[in-house]
């Protein structure tokens, strides 16, 4: 599995990126609305935060 922000070979930590700053490049995109759905409804917004706390990230701490 390799990053999706530069390719990069997977750090376990930080799965499904590199390191912490690909995450937060990433986590950075996504509040920009410019991943997979721009859509500004609240309703999709939650629905977006909970798929991210299926990934790793919410499995973190
Ligand atoms: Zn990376």
């Given at each position: 599995?390799?990053?999706?922000?530069?390719?990069?070979?997977?750090?376990?930590a930080y799965r499904p990126f590199c390191?912490?700053?690909?995450?937060?490049?990433?986590?950075?995109k996504w509040m920009n609305g410019s991943?997979?759905?721009?859509?500004?409804?609240?309703?999709?917004?939650?629905?977006?935060?909970?798929?991210?706390?299926?990934?790793?990230?919410?499995?973190?701490?």
């Open positions: 599995m390799s990053c999706p922000i530069c390719t990069a070979e997977t750090e376990r390191s912490r700053r690909c995450a937060d490049v990433d986590l950075a991943y997979a759905c721009a859509s500004t409804d609240p309703e999709d917004a939650e629905k977006a935060l909970e798929e991210l706390e299926k990934t790793d990230i919410g499995k973190q701490f």
